[in-house]
């Protein structure tokens, strides 16, 4: 037979977690007729080689106090008994947990100054590095106001999406922020981790813009007239038609239909002959619309 020394070290390939671990338990199977000792040492590292960049060797109680990383060695020293018999290591065993990172999201809609006047459609971007599924709140902010409102405090795992409808939500004309916390307890529920994204401000707005006719409509044989119009958010367009001919747009008197106030400028001639109606149509930003007809007498 071999001789057999005093003592002897067993080093172990290096263990891959696959992604940063914490290590947990480390457990040492004896056979029955051990003697003697096993001293246990480990070291860690993230790269798949050891090298100055891994922790120095340290010894392993209960648990191997080397920092979280992916990698880990450990190395067995034997100890022969007084009784000259030797240490008998039948296996080994290391618990370790993967580090958990945040999830991260991000929103798709809406997009910045979005304006709604009926139910729309959330939607949004989860990313984990654990690939994690995740549990995601919705909550609501008006501008100016302090207090999130939530809509949501829970929606499932895997879902993206979330239909936000202004009736049945209670949520009044204005400009509002929407928050998304994501969280992924569901699957490490003793370390969670969550994210968060908030929008740029978008527009619920379901009113419709209001407009008040002038009394003279006509000048000699066209139309010619300014038409005062205001919305709580936006005017976009002004268009108006004879009959049921061509829509044909009015032209803001600044220039640009972009604001609460506008002026809608409209000439043209000659107005065909026989009973006339002008149509006009406003509209916002948001699609709400509102048609005005005026009887206007055609050359005769
Ligand atoms: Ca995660
Ligand atoms: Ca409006
Ligand atoms: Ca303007």
């Known amino acids: 037979?071999?001789?057999?020394?005093?003592?002897?070290?067993?080093?172990?390939?290096?263990?891959?977690?696959?992604?940063?671990?914490?290590?947990?338990?480390?457990?040492?199977?004896?056979?029955?007729?051990?003697?003697?000792?096993?001293?246990?040492?480990?070291?860690?590292?993230?790269?798949?080689?050891?090298?100055?960049?891994?922790?120095?060797?340290?010894?392993?109680?209960?648990?191997?106090?080397?920092?979280?990383?992916?990698?880990?060695?450990?190395?067995?020293?034997?100890?022969?008994?007084?009784?000259?018999?030797?240490?008998?290591?039948?296996?080994?065993?290391?618990?370790?947990?993967?580090?958990?990172?945040?999830?991260?999201?991000?929103?798709?809609?809406?997009?910045?100054?979005?304006?709604?006047?009926?139910?729309?459609?959330?939607?949004?971007?989860?990313?984990?590095?654990?690939?994690?599924?995740?549990?995601?709140?919705?909550?609501?902010?008006?501008?100016?106001?302090?207090e999130w409102r939530v809509l949501e405090p829970e929606i499932a795992l895997g879902t993206d999406t979330y239909s936000l409808d202004p009736v049945a939500h209670k949520v009044e004309d204005g400009a509002y922020r929407l928050r998304l916390i994501v969280d992924d307890i569901a699957f490490n529920p003793t370390q969670p981790l969550q994210g968060q994204v908030i929008s740029e401000p978008f527009w619920i707005d379901t009113t419709a813009p209001r407009a008040a006719l002038p009394e003279t409509l006509t000048e000699g044989d066209g139309l010619a007239f300014t038409l005062p119009v205001t919305d709580n958010h936006r005017v976009a367009s002004v268009e108006w038609r004879l009959n049921d001919g061509p829509w044909r747009a009015a032209a803001a008197a600044d220039g640009l239909f972009d604001s609460r106030l506008e002026q809608a400028a409209v000439n043209y001639r000659p107005i065909p002959a026989g009973e006339q109606t002008l149509h006009l149509r406003i509209k916002d930003v948001a699609g709400n619309e509102t048609v005005l007809s005026q009887q206007v007498a055609g050359t005769p």
């Open 1 to 146: 037979s071999l001789p057999i020394g005093p003592r002897g070290t067993y080093l172990s390939p290096v263990l891959d977690a696959g992604g940063s671990a914490r290590w947990g338990a480390f457990e040492l199977g004896l056979a029955d007729d051990s003697a003697g000792s096993v001293v246990v040492d480990a070291r860690s590292g993230d790269s798949a080689a050891p090298d100055a960049e891994w922790s120095p060797w340290t010894a392993v109680g209960g648990e191997p106090s080397c920092p979280s990383a992916r990698y880990l060695q450990y190395r067995l020293t034997f100890v022969r008994g007084d009784d000259g018999n030797s240490p008998l290591v039948e296996s080994t065993r290391l618990s370790y947990i993967l580090a958990n990172n945040a999830p991260t999201v991000s929103l798709e809609t809406p997009t910045v100054a979005q304006a709604f006047r009926t139910k729309f459609d959330l939607k949004w971007k989860v990313s984990d590095p654990e690939s994690d599924q995740v549990l995601t709140s919705i909550s609501l902010k008006r501008e100016g106001e302090t």
